[in-house]
């Protein structure tokens, strides 16, 4: 599975982006999706996932909106009141595992895509 992840952008906060992730194969609908986020300095963490159930951080709970569309092989993560602490690259991923935020169980990895929220 290769994946690819755009729609990252510079927005005011309380503003809204909307990420994709694009995923190449003929079984995306058997994976589990994920959405990470790298702040600069800090370690990688789990924001939303989704397969049949959805599910998310505290941090972005209320704010941001997982979504998939099997037939187009994407994932969505609509983010909403978008907060300066919200700045991070963000990656979508890819794991068998449904329910999980770790990021040692997600197997394939899109190259991430910037979103910079100003104060």
């Known amino acids: 599975v290769q994946l690819q992840a755009s729609g990252g952008g510079l927005v005011q906060a309380g503003g809204s982006l909307r990420l994709s992730c694009v995923a190449s194969?003929?079984?995306?609908?058997?994976?589990?999706m994920g959405w990470f986020r790298q702040a600069p300095g800090k370690e990688r963490e789990f924001v939303a996932g989704?397969?049949?159930?959805?599910y998310y951080a505290d941090s972005v709970k209320g704010r941001f909106t997982i979504s998939r569309d099997n037939a187009k092989n994407t994932v969505y993560l609509q983010m909403n009141s978008l907060k300066p602490e919200d700045t991070a690259v963000y990656y979508c991923?890819?794991?068998?595992?449904?329910?999980?935020?770790?990021?040692?169980?997600?197997?394939?990895w899109g190259q991430g895509t910037l979103v910079t929220v100003s104060s």
């Open positions: 194969g003929r079984t995306f609908s058997s994976y589990a």
């Open positions: 989704i397969r049949s159930i959805t």
């Open positions: 991923a890819a794991t068998k595992y449904v329910g999980s935020w770790d990021e040692r169980l997600y197997d394939y």
